[in-house]
């Protein structure tokens, strides 16, 4: 029973993966093994360049024998921290919210199974997350030290502690989330909010980070003897991983007591949070006059109300306009430091920094690809749209509209303060802000390109289409990719040609590619679209 | 007036549908019945243009489902046999959002909305989400959305699942007030009674193909339209 439950749970994960939706027939074994591997090379980018770096300035401490304790304990936190962030979202509906809950339920299955193959999601997610720190991190320490029997037993041995740590509070936290979000009547926004201190505290730690660590790394000896004398779970932590065999013991068995502790906790309350309801006080209705809308206003604000329907989908699609809005205000905030450094080299290279300024914006567009699940997200009501009266160019045309709105307004604020700090010619201003409103434009088409190209209808938990999809995965990433290329090959350019010259080829060269998905949507996208 | 001719659908090796023709006129409601899988939601998810289909032709007065579907589906409504509504939305959001796709004037609107959520007694949820509603009260506001546009044509799939006795009732004398008004219905139910009593004609479908089709007397001659049905299933 167990082991059928798990292989529903896995397939569930990783349907994508193993079926074309669109073809309605599965993949061949050599597509499934292609998508793997790009997926895999894909968490290998993320890992190597952003934690591999992070690893390679910490590797004086990796490389300080008596404080090698350190470095494991800064990685186990950091790891811990992302995996808890990566997961925290789906937690609760990962959880709680299945729609399967009420067939699983009704069948002769114990409670404590479904929730247990409800938390090898939970878990996988959080193993996902915390291994692109934990990798990278691992790999320098073997480059930096001596490679030993016991170290490598050691580094597993952290993975694994890891993944418990990050299960426990991923479940405390959805427990937390499913107990309070009975009794709250708007309780998107209430997660939303709670979910943005959260990473907002998690940014501020990230950021902070840096300066903590060149003050570790030159005065090692005296932090290592503070930690471990006023927080000594710190040291106990680091020294598992090395691994020293009471610590190692004490880390395992209180991960595991830790685990078991929550799982007695979720497993007896787990009957009672999935199957409630809300309590809260049932909503009035109050007849009123209602504007009448345009066909295309009526979806759109049928897209709108979606988005604004799921945190999980505000959050995963949608987190990028803080981002925007932050890169904003920290360039005020840091603007005078940053105009300084700008100021500092000559004008024909200070317009080569906005070359690279412009993709960095784009960039933080990329993580809102709101357009991509919202074809999936149709799932089961896919019908409804398709016996209206409403073309079907309309409804794309929706898809991508909302987006580009969502994208529009903090991209143009976050442009505007980059303007305002550095004030840049105004030839270098007016492309500058042309090319991130028209990558805006592009990244909405390209979202709902690759989610026409790569829906999955038959999610029985949101969670599935808004996170986990292929056209998520693509459109997220293909958008990162394009801004790389825009910035790295100007650094070719720079060498024949001026960096206006150079924002005006790739203005240009994003309005084709704008052009065509434009053209490939109202075609080809409509077709697929109506054969869903 | 609808006209199905020659439909025909498959899906792989399997003929859902086989050269299927009827004709549904004016002021008839036209039950269609078979067992499952018979290829009954087929028809009528290809009669309301969700699905394509092979071959065949579907009209409404003319106007063809293929040729002109944005004409043909703002003349008709169709509910399903699962209400997977809108559930991120509230039940009146749902109804001004069905309204505003049909073009509905706001007055219009109003009345219709207040009318058909006090005969199935939902008005006091309309401020809801859909999501908190049960299944029955899914298929009431199903019921109403399909109602608000005042269509002439009327597809329904099972329509009577899951409403209580009441509200099965009040969509009957429905039925028969937008026949009456020239409009027509056209639904699946595997409840042969109500097919019996409230039919002006029946079709039997078997294996994708229209096994016999006319006026009730026609179909079911001296026997009950079950013991007919029955008969032909064998």
Partial sequence: MVKTLLKKQLAEIFKTYFFDFKKNKPRSKAKTAILFVVFALLIVFIAGFMFGAFAYMLRDIAAAEPFRWLYHAIFFLLAVLLGVFGSVFSTYSGLYLSKDNDLLLSMPIPVRVIMLTRLLGVYIMGLLYSATVIIPATVVYMITCPVTVGGVFGALLQIFNISVFVMVLSCALGYVVARISVK?????????????LFIA???????????????????????????????????????????????????????????????????????????????????????????????????????????????????????????????????????DAVANIVNMFPSVFQRGFFVILAPAVCLIVSMNDIAAPSVSLEGKTLWQIRSLPVPTKTVLK??????????????????????????????????LSLFCLLYVCFHALFSLFCGLLKPNLNWTNEIFAIKQGLDVLFAIFGGFGYCVAIGALWFLACRIMDARIYLAIALAVTAVLTFLLYRFINRKGVKLFEQL | MLEIKHLTKTFGEKRAVDDLSLEIKNGEIYGFIGHNGAGKTTTLKSVCGIQSFDSGEITLDGVSVTADPLTFK?????????????????????????????????????????????????????????????HGMKQKLSIISAWIHEPEMIIMDEPFVGLDPVASHKLKE????VCDNGGAIF????????????CDKVAIIKEGKLIKSGTMEEVKGDDSLEAAFLELEE
Wanted: hydrophobic share 45%.
């Fill in chain 1, 184 to 196: 709250l009547k708007n309780k998107g926004y209430v997660t939303v909010i709670i979910s943005v």
């Fill in chain 1, 201 to 335: 505290l998690y940014y501020y730690l990230y950021f902070n980070a840096t300066s903590f660590i060149g003050e570790l790394i030159g005065n090692i000896a005296l932090y290592g003897e503070k930690i471990k004398e006023h927080a000594h779970i710190i040291y106990v932590i680091g020294k598992a991983a090395e691994p020293d065999t009471v610590p190692t013991l004490a880390v395992t068995v209180a991960g595991i007591v830790l685990l078991v502790a929550t799982m007695l906790v979720i497993s007896k309350s787990f009957l009672k949070v999935a199957t409630s309801s809300a309590t809260v006080k049932k909503a009035q209705y109050k007849q009123k006059n209602t504007r009448r809308r345009s066909v295309f206003g009526a979806v759109l604000a049928k897209e709108a109300k979606r988005f604004a329907s799921s945190p999980n989908y505000m959050l995963n699609c949608g987190f990028g306009i803080l981002f925007l809005i932050a890169f904003g205000v920290l360039f005020i905030i840091e603007g």
């Fill in chain 1, 398 to 431: 929706a898809k991508y509209s909302f987006q580009i709105l969502v994208n529009t307004i903090p991209t143009v604020f976050c442009v505007a303060c980059i303007i305002a700090v550095l004030r840049p010619d105004p030839l270098t201003g007016v492309l």
């Fill in chain 2, 74 to 134: 703002k003349r008709i409504a169709y509910i399903p046999d699962n209400p997977d509504l809108y559930e991120f939305m509230t039940g009146i959001k749902y109804l001004n959002f069905i309204a505003d796709i049909f073009g509905v004037g706001e007055k219009e609107r109003q009345e219709r909305i207040k009318k058909y959520a006090d005969t199935f007694e939902l008005t006091a949820d309309l401020a809801q989400p859909i999501g908190a509603y049960s």
């Fill in chain 2, 174 to 177: 429905m039925m028969r007030e």
């Fill in chain 2, 187 to 198: 639904f699946s139910t595997h409840v042969l009674d109500v097919a019996e009593k409230l």
